[in-house]
Each structure stands twice: as structure tokens, then as C-alpha cells.
């Protein structure tokens, strides 16, 4: 089974047994802080993903760490070192995180800006996401200097490009017709 495939699994099963216990936010949060804890620190990455490592060092480690994580988010923990899959830890933190959203019908806006966003052009994307959208919007922004300016956003299998370098290039065509 891939990694994708089985976090998943382990995601929707977590989601259900979170759900079923009326947690699934504070696993939610859980889950948010083990994905950014994962990524930011990069001797927990290592750690987690080294096969030399055994699984009840990792299980012991990740209940330390994440102590005051909620019983199902430690029961997952468990899982993982019993059937020895610590490696996908971080994608089903965000499967669930994903899962958990659609759920609760939020929808994630991805904004890709040429600098990081003050509150004006937040204003803008805000106003093009309404009409794209009437979901509760979790705006995901990326930052890529290659579009100059204005942004790109992209909320499902829908986008919305209000580049410059967009706009560069449309002038550009137009021009050479």
C-alpha cells in the first residue's frame, strides 16, 4: 500500500474515531501542530523516518513531545508503532487536516502574491474569493516574485489569475496578433 494511500486510511479512521468522541477539533489542532513540528524541526524529521530507530524510541519521543495532545491524537501514536508506519505520520496529519476541513465545509484558497500579503490585497482576494465561493475559506499564500504582482488564487479545479506577468503576457499576444 503507498504511503498517500495509507494515510488516508489511517486519516479517515482517526477523523471517525475523533468524530465519534466529539474531539475532532482539538485533534484537528493536534494534527496542525505535528505537521508544522515535523516540517520545522528537522532532527524529529529524521528521527521519525530513520528505519535504525526502533518503534517504541519513536512512540515514547512523539508522547513526550506532543504530552499535551488529546487521547485519540496519542492513540494514533500507537497505531503507528504497532504496525510500524511512523515514516507517513506527517501526511496523515494532513489528510486529516484536510478530511477535517471538508467535513466542516471549509474550503482552502490557495493565493500565490509576488510579496507577502498586507491587508489591502487580503481585501481583494477576500472579495474575488466571494465570488467564487460562499464556503467558510482557509486562504493557503505562497509567495512566487516570478508574477511580479497581483495574484493568482486558485479555490478547487477553480483560478482566477490577476498577475501582472498574467496580464504582461495577454498584452503580448494581443500585440503580436
Known sequence: MSGTRAAIRYAKAILEIADSK???SQVSADMALVSSTINTNLELNTFIQSPTINVEQ???ALLAIFADS?????SLFRLLMENKRFEILDAIALEYNKL???????EVAKVTTAIAMDAALEA???AKIATFSNKK???ENTIDPAIIGGFILRIG????NGSVANRLQ???RELNN
Open 22 to 24: 466529539k474531539v475532532a
Open 58 to 60: 519513536k512512540e515514547s
Open 70 to 74: 488529546n487521547a485519540v491524537t496519542k
Open 100 to 106: 477535517f476541513d471538508i467535513m466542516n465545509g471549509v
Open 124 to 126: 481583494k482576494v477576500s
Open 137 to 139: 475559506i482557509t486562504i
Open 157 to 160: 479545479d477553480k483560478q482566477y
Open 170 to 172: 495577454v498584452l503580448k
